[in-house]
């Protein structure tokens, strides 16, 4: 059974940073992509963003294009998300997740617990 284990969370001021990082016990055969989620209290949970692990392409959602970055760790089996000019808006719970790729929950097999970002202004 796979496992991830998201960290780095925590409180910061709107133009903040924080860097997630999320490290898997196993990638499954199957899996082609790591990806992170976030879901704010009565929302629904949407991708933010992924990387391709054959390739290393990145993808990501508008809301955080720019200011958002993912990176990979094969040998650590660590993906990070490195957030910079954080918004209030980016408050949120995130989730690491694997499974086959693209910014839909219903690709990916495997979730972390998540880890609370909470961004004040």
């Known amino acids: 059974q796979v496992q991830l284990v998201e960290s780095g969370g925590g409180s910061v001021q709107a133009g903040g940073s924080l860097r997630l990082s999320c490290v898997a016990s196993?990638?499954?055969?199957?899996?082609?992509?790591m990806a992170w989620f976030r879901q704010a209290p009565g929302k629904e949970r949407e991708g933010i963003t992924y990387?391709?692990?054959?390739?290393?392409?990145?993808y990501y959602d508008d809301s955080v294009k720019g200011r958002f970055r993912i990176s990979q760790d094969n040998a650590k089996k660590t993906t990070y998300l490195q957030m910079n000019s954080l918004k209030v808006e980016d408050t949120a719970m995130y989730y690491c997740?694997?499974?086959?790729?693209?910014?839909?929950?219903?690709?990916?097999?495997?979730w972390g617990q998540g880890t609370q970002v909470t961004v004040s202004s």
């Open positions: 997740a694997q499974g086959l790729g693209g910014l839909d929950k219903r690709w990916y097999q495997y």
């Open positions: 196993e990638y499954m055969s199957r899996t082609d992509s």
């Open positions: 990387i391709h692990l054959p390739s290393g392409n990145e």
